[in-house]
T-cell receptor
Framework: DAGVIQSPRHEVTEMGQEVTLRCKPISGHNSLFWYRQTMMRGLELLIYFNNNVPIDDSGMPEDRFSAKMPNASFSTLKIQPSEPRDSAVYFC??????????????FGPGTRLTVL | QKEVEQNSGPLSVPEGAIASLNCTYSDRGSQSFFWYRQYSGKSPELIMFIYSNGDKEDGRFTAQLNKASQYVSLLIRDSQPSDSATYLCAVNMNERTGGFKTIFGAGTRLFVKA
């Protein structure tokens, strides 16, 4: 398997623009996670889906952020409008999502977002 | 109190020494505990997980879990410069909805000096 695929790998945009990040989870995985990582705040869970349904979006910073998972093989994280403080590395991860004791997350390579 | 706490470091050890990384968690009902390694500019990758009290060994790595004290540790024997990275502790906690979610600590930076 190719692992978790994210695109784009790097994104530079100007404040106020819409940004869409994409993720393809590992085939057969039922759970998908979006994280944001910064030096100041570490790795933060934004939202996670199980069987394409959003389960916990309490980490989404504000209404400017939205996430969708229209099918088992694709998810998007959208920021509209973007702000400089959104600059971070955004990771997507997937897992089988069946057994809490052994549920291991596999991370994609991340998207480095810079908002000028 | 944060749900998962780690000393941010940096922890510096000489090559060949034992590196000891610690993590504490707040939820007594936590199910399982994971150690991830993250090299600079890369994504986290799993080293090992543990869910029973005691020690679990995998090569040069040993995870130790003490549920009564709510801490989990990772020992790296014969540390190598290639072990220099940030180590993230992650805990799977039950949710009231019946599912579970994973909470990551902030990570400990480890430097192994040649």
């Amino acid at each position: 398997d190719a692992g978790v695929i994210q695109s784009p790998r790097h994104e530079v945009t100007e404040m106020g623009q819409e940004v869409t990040l994409r993720c393809k989870p590992i085939s057969g995985h039922n759970s998908l996670f979006w994280y944001r990582q910064t030096m100041m705040r570490g790795l933060e869970l934004l939202i996670y889906f199980n069987n394409n349904v959003p389960i916990d979006d309490s980490g989404m910073p504000e209404d400017r952020f939205s996430a969708k998972m229209p099918n088992a093989s694709f998810s998007t994280l959208k920021i509209q409008p973007s702000e400089p403080r959104d600059s971070a590395v955004y990771f997507c991860a997937s897992s089988l999502g069946e057994q809490p004791r052994t549920d291991t997350q596999y991370f994609g390579p991340g998207t480095r977002l810079t908002v000028l | 109190q944060k749900e998962v706490e780690q000393n941010s470091g940096p922890l510096s050890v000489p090559e060949g020494a034992i590196a000891s990384l610690n993590c504490t968690y707040s939820d007594r009902g936590s199910q399982s505990f994971f150690w991830y390694r993250q090299y600079s500019g890369k994504s986290p990758e799993l080293i090992m997980f543990i869910y029973s009290n005691g020690d679990k060994e995998d090569g040069r790595f040993t995870a130790q879990l003490n549920k009564a004290s709510q801490y989990v540790s990772l020992l790296i024997r014969d540390s190598q410069p290639s072990d220099s990275a940030t180590y993230l502790c992650a805990v799977n906690m039950n949710e009231r909805t019946g599912g579970f979610k994973t909470i990551f600590g902030a990570g400990t930076r480890l430097f192994v000096k040649a």
